[in-house]
Nanobody, 123 residues
Framework: QVQLVESGGGLVQAGGSLRLSCAAS????????MGWFRQAPGKEREFVAR????????YYADSVKGRFTISRDNAKNTVSLQMNSLKPEDTAVYYC????????????????WGQGTQVTVSS
């Protein structure tokens, strides 16, 4: 079956960095657009970043642009999110997701989801 397993979350001080990883299995990874989403307590899940099947195109939410970098390794079936200059408002559960849509417009275009990893940024 399809599995997306996130790792790398944790507690970090404001201004620090974390690198999240997501390992995929059960899908032809190189055929899927991959995305990262996050959900803070009491808030709706929101888009963070996505990367095209080849890795050549990336797209970011305005709130993370210039601080976060999404990348993928199709040989290893992994997608990563490098998060720098973290802020307390980045605190959330982060999810990776896979979409068979080349340019997914929203979370409903993503058919597979991981279980999430907690990121907590202290001030």
């Amino acid at each position: 079956q399809v599995q997306l397993v996130e790792s790398g979350g944790g507690l970090v001080q404001a201004g620090g960095s974390l690198r999240l990883s997501c390992a995929a299995s059960g899908i032809t990874f190189s055929a899927y657009t991959m995305g990262w989403f996050r959900q803070a307590p009491g808030k709706e899940r929101e888009f963070v970043a996505r990367i095209s099947v080849s890795g050549g195109n990336t797209y970011y939410a305005d709130s993370v642009k210039g601080r976060f970098t999404i990348s993928r390794d199709n040989a290893k079936n992994t997608v990563s999110l490098q998060m720098n200059s973290l802020k307390p408002e980045d605190t959330a559960v982060y999810y990776c997701a896979a979409s068979s849509v080349l340019a997914p417009l929203n979370q409903y275009h993503y058919g597979y989801w991981g279980q999430g990893t907690q990121v907590t940024v202290s001030s």
